[in-house]
């Protein structure tokens, strides 16, 4: 038996031997491997060399079998010694093994418990999803019944007919704020039920009688309250502008009558444009026949025209002719009526009378139509308002109300017009009325406007019919027929500076090109009028300072009231420059007209190269140069004297005066030039030619300090 089990035991030794070196992994030096290749063996042999292990064994001169048993003995140590520790810790491991099994088992159960747990909870989320099933079944229950609650009460509610609106109705006075609440409500009412009825509503037949009544004692009420107010529109001495305020606030109850009751709406409607149209009628009639009473007595007539004679004869039994014929061309103060009395209080007939004040047409003119504007514009807006219509409806009351005071005033103005020649007067009427155009537009008020073009359509024929009776006046003007003239601005030149100063300065600011046509043609006739008068006079530098001042007058007055760049100015300056530039020499030839007249034609002669024929006015060159040294300052002097008393304006005067003298030094300043050139720049009078600068000395002290 021990002899077996030896057996064994060196059997087994040599199986776990056979297994060691089985197991063994000798890697490169493997010589048994069937991947060994001869060819690869130096390679290997030169790798396994550069191991530490082997360069160590080689270097200590080791026996590699000896070493190899060495190991191998040193392994098998090593592994009965593990089974060793094996044993050792036997019971360890088996009670591991049973605390292993002890665990397998708990983990079993609780498997089991959450399985069952898992089942549980399957069938729960069944039972949720149920009851979420029927909370929405019920919610949307719950919603519908709530709508149709919601319906239904408010359905009650609007169809219901409170008690409250009942007493109110019938007890409360129109005016009080209870009523016209009630009143809101009730238009309600009566409107739900019509609605209702076209749906075949039963409940209606219950209240339809009720609202009925209530309807009728409401309208009843109204039509008194609104009907007593229009009512009081009638009492003299009556503003009505207090129960149009306060038929504003209670402007709702129109409207209730146009949707519930309309022939009582439109009974209301034309009882009112009955009313007002008297009141108004009354009113602007009466305004406008007391206003002209105010008017000045003295006004312009057909003689009034700016090419007539203010010491024109008339007949014994003629119209006595203006004071001033000049206030008919004249602008003045007229032109506030534009700026800052354009929107001023409306004159007060009565108050004016007293202290006996007059006014010219443009001024009654504007308090009138300042009235008209102010009432009109309150009036249509209030019609927008109460009577709720716009556009052409609105247009079509107003008229109906407005319409004979409208036809009033151009009867009135059509008769004015045909006796009228204050073309001024005119002119500022029509500028009136383009500023209230512009007043109303900013107030979104059309109601006026055919009113205004209608009047435009009146006054601008009557205005251009005066402008050419004075054209016409001024072209048959006998220069002649106008008594003794003398060089001052004439007075028909001032009557068309003024005028036309006027017409440019208004134009301006709204312009017109009929008054551009007719003032080019009112200039022209005044140029030739100018022309025709000049002629009168006997020589040329009278007909020159003749011009100038008029010229000078004209081209002043037009500067002083208008832009510096209008027509007339420009055209007033080319005029005045030419004839001032023919006086200049006009006012030199007679103290230096030889020397002038010599330079020209020296230098004329000159310029054709000859120069050598002037050799023969030697003599004549002698002459001027002592002439002149011995007259030019008492000329100079003479000059400005002559100037002096020949001008109206000092202004120009002086102008004229320093042109007069810096042609004079221009011309000198030619003739030393000229004495320089051959064939005199060797004559010994040079020697006594006055030097320039002398002149220029004198000519300075003649120059204005201003």
Known sequence: MAARTDEMTDHGNNEFQNEELTDLNLGVLDLTSDEFILDEVDVHIQENLGDELVKKALESGVDLRQYSKQVEKELQQVENASIQDYIKESQNIASLHNQISACDTILERMEEMLSSFQSDLGSISSEIQTLQEQSISMNIKLKNRQAVRGELSQFVDEMAIPETMINVILDTPVTEIQFLEQIHELNHKVNFVKEQSFKDAISCRDVEDILHKLKIKAIAKIREFILQKIYSFRKPMTNYQVPQNTLLKYRYYFEFLLANERHVAKEIRDEYIDT???????????????????????????????????????????????????????????????????????????????????????????????????????EYLFICDFFMVTGNSAQDL??????????????????????????????????????????????????????????????????????????????????????????????????????????VSLNESFPDERVNKLLAQLQGEVENFILRMAAEFPNRKEQLIFLIN?????????????????????????????????????????????????????????????????????????QLVRAFATEWKQAIELINQDIMRSFTNFKNGTQILQGALTQLIQYYHRFQKVLSQNPFKTMPVRSELINIHHVMVEVKKHKPTF
């Open 398 to 503: 107003f008229n109906a109300i407005f319409g004979k005071t409208l036809t009033m005033f151009l009867k009135h103005m059509d008769m004015y017009t045909q006796d009228c020649y204050d073309s001024i007067a005119i002119i500022l009427s029509i500028h009136i009325i383009l500023r209230y155009q512009v007043i109303m537009h900013k107030r979104i008020v059309p109601a006026l406007d055919k009113y205004w073009e209608t009047l435009l359509e009146m006054l601008w024929p009557r205005f251009q019919y005066i402008l050419e009776l004075n054209i016409h006046s001024i072209r048959d003007t006998d220069p002649q027929k106008l008594g003794t003239i003398d060089m001052r601005p004439h007075y028909i030149t001032r009557r068309y500076a003024e005028f036309s100063a006027a017409l």
């Open 276 to 378: 007002l149209s008297k009141i108004y009628y009354s009113y602007f009639k009466g305004y406008t026949s007391r206003l002209m009473k105010l008017q000045f007595e003295e006004m312009a007539d057909k003689d009034d025209l700016m090419g007539v004679e203010d010491t024109a004869k008339r007949g014994f039994f003629s119209k006595p002719s203006l004071k001033n014929r000049s206030t008919v061309f004249t602008l003045g103060n007229r032109g506030d009526i534009l700026t800052s009395d354009l929107e001023a209080p409306i004159l007060v007939p009565h108050a004016a009378h007293k202290s006996e004040q007059k006014y010219t047409f443009e001024c009654l003119f504007r308090s009138q139509h300042y009235a008209l504007l102010d009432n009109c514009c309150r």
């Open 550 to 622: 008029n010229y000078d007058l004209m081209l002043n007055v037009i500067m002083e009231r208008t832009k510096d760049d209008s027509k007339e100015s420009e055209s007033f300056q080319q005029l005045l420059s030419a004839r001032t530039q023919e006086f200049v020499e006009e006012i030199l030839y007679p103290y230096f007209g030889g020397l002038v007249t010599f330079v020209k034609e020296a230098e004329s002669a000159m310029e054709r190269g000859h120069a050598e024929q002037l050799k023969r006015e030697e003599r004549r060159v002698q």
